[in-house]
């Protein structure tokens, strides 16, 4: 069982960075694939990057490739969003999510434990 929680989204400027942060609770965080997903308002979540187990595979949703950085700290149990060149488009509520499995990793449908999100909002 893990709980996880979201923190850094605000309002940003396009061009600009955020940091976001999901911290999670529990002994076996390292056991966890980690995804950060984004929900605009009215649409399905969409997967933006994950990470594996010990970080030495990343993925990333075509769009953030280049502008976003997904890592992890196992030590602190902690999984970071480095989101750079934001734009407008970028808006939306960000939830991580945590599952045991690589495979499906951009399918929302396989997740089991998911946080409540942070709110990113990017302004042109």
């Known amino acids: 069982q893990v709980q996880l929680e979201e923190s850094g989204g605000g309002l940003a400027q396009a061009g600009g960075s955020l940091r976001l942060s999901c911290a999670a609770t529990g002994r076996t965080f390292s056991t966890y694939v980690m995804t950060w997903f984004r929900q605009a308002s009215g649409n399905e979540r969409e997967f933006v990057a994950s990470?594996?187990?010990?970080?030495?595979?990343?993925a990333y949703e075509d769009s953030v490739k280049g502008r976003f950085t997904i890592s992890r700290d196992n030590a602190k149990n902690t999984v970071y969003l480095q989101m750079n060149s934001l734009k407008p488009e970028d808006t939306g509520a960000y939830l991580c999510?945590?599952?045991?499995?690589?495979?499906?990793?951009?399918?929302?449908?396989?997740?089991?434990?998911w946080g409540q999100g942070t709110q990113v909002t990017v302004s042109s």
């Open positions: 990470i594996s187990q010990r970080g030495q595979t990343t």
């Open positions: 999510a945590a599952r045991p499995e690589w495979y499906a990793y951009g399918d929302a449908s396989v997740y089991e434990y």
